[in-house]
């Protein structure tokens, strides 16, 4: 049975998730995750793509991720094309480095919008890798936050949600504890 087309639109916005195949690592080292960053630095230069937030763990990765011209097919083909041979070349492996296709989640709301922006970086904090997510190296979250500053990564478009695009209620929204969260809208925030 053929596989369903996936939806796509000049300005779609999707949270991808990559996993690696039989959920193995496909980062192994500082240097894997730093490969990873320059195939992505790359394909956004070559693509023009937003990304939005990212989180690279140790057995997948998260990215939220606006299109402008180029389907997202095309992005994530080219994107895990390459590192699959560089981490292939690298550790001496033939074979499938992720576990079929990407997954997609087409991102049609506001609330969305933000929902996964703190999914992503919450990411290490719910695997309990680590206690905060500024302490997690390989997302965007430190961008965000301003302790760092990733061409990679635009954050306009998620902290254009808070009054004047207060970092500092962006921090609060991802690092309210899930118990202390009240059901709310972005009218509220």
């Known amino acids: 049975m053929p596989r369903k087309p996936r939806v796509w639109y000049p300005g779609a916005t999707y949270h991808?998730?990559?996993r690696g195949n039989h959920r193995h690592n496909i980062f192994r080292d500082e240097e894997d995750y730093q490969s990873y960053l320059l195939i992505l630095a790359w394909a956004k230069k070559s693509y023009r793509f937003l990304?939005?937030?990212y989180c690279l763990m140790s057995n997948h990765v998260?990215?939220?991720?606006e299109t402008s011209?180029?389907?997202i097919s095309k992005i994530m083909k080219l994107i895990n094309m390459q590192y699959a041979v560089s981490f292939n070349k690298k550790y001496n492996f033939v074979g499938h480095l992720f576990q079929g296709r990407f997954r997609d989640e087409l991102i049609k709301t506001d609330n969305y919008q933000l929902e996964i922006s703190r999914y992503i970086h919450l990411n290490p904090v719910d695997a309990h890798i680590v206690e905060h997510p500024l302490d997690y190296p390989w997302s965007s979250y430190s961008v965000y936050m301003g302790v760092e500053t990733d061409p990679l990564v635009t954050t306009e478009k998620i902290l254009a949600y808070f009054p004047n695009s207060d970092a500092s209620l962006y921090k609060k929204y991802v690092e309210t504890p899930r118990q202390d969260r009240r059901k709310s809208t972005l009218n509220d925030q």
């Open 16 to 18: 991808v998730m990559c």
């Open 51 to 53: 990304l939005h937030s």
């Open 62 to 65: 998260h990215l939220h991720l």
């Open 69 to 71: 011209d180029m389907d």
